[in-house]
């Protein structure tokens, strides 16, 4: 008799697991869905060497595979600010010699750095933060509390940064003190006026 049931169950399942498309001797799952079998996506925040599957050294047309053409990339000149179709709101990039050199968060984007900061967010806050790792130095055209804070991930030797492997984040903090872009990537950074 306990043969007989056991063999019975066995049966059941087995019926069980085709009903569901499983072959028999699989695992039954418990209803719930499962995650996709593929790798997590990309983070969404922006760091020093870019933002996503974004990175800073890529070339135009690299970024345009994943952001989106634009009209400007067709044409590449020696600097290039823009924002292109797929970009989140309010993110602009700088390409020099047709490679990407600079991320930019500007109005109106909700993205925030790797260490949770972004556009209306505190300069103080940023210092505090970042600590004796945030490099400060007044705002070209405004007043104090306007400044620009600097995070260099690597490559900050000077307090004007050449080397084309530095990679860092500057707060444009304005006269409000709150943040009102967010620079990050290669020594283009340092830039005020755009491309000049």
């Not at 569901?20 to 996506?41: C, D, I, L, Q, Y």
Request: aromatic content about 6%.
């Amino acid at each position: 008799m306990i043969r007989f049931a056991a063999v019975s169950a066995v049966a059941l399942l087995t019926l069980a697991a085709c009903d569901r498309g499983e072959k028999p001797g699989e695992a039954v799952s418990s209803g719930a869905a499962s995650a996709p079998a593929t790798a997590p996506a990309v983070g969404t925040a922006l760091t020093a060497d870019g933002l996503g599957a974004v990175r800073i050294g890529m070339t135009a047309a690299e970024v345009a595979t994943v952001w989106g053409a634009n009209a400007v990339v067709s044409e590449p000149m020696t600097c290039q600010v823009y924002h292109l179709d797929k970009a989140p709101d309010g993110v602009d990039v700088m390409l020099q010699d047709g490679r990407l050199t600079r991320i930019t968060l500007g109005q109106g984007s909700s993205v925030k750095t790797d260490r949770g900061f972004g556009v209306g967010d505190s300069g103080i806050a940023i210092k505090q933060a970042y600590g004796g790792a945030v490099f400060a130095q007044p705002a070209k055209y405004d007043p104090a509390p306007a400044e620009d804070l600097f995070a260099w991930a690597r490559g900050r030797s000077t307090a004007y940064v050449v080397d084309p492997a530095a990679r860092g984040i500057r707060y444009e903090v304005g006269k409000d003190g709150l943040v009102s872009r967010v620079h990050a990537g290669d020594p283009s950074i340092q830039l005020v006026e755009n491309c000049g």
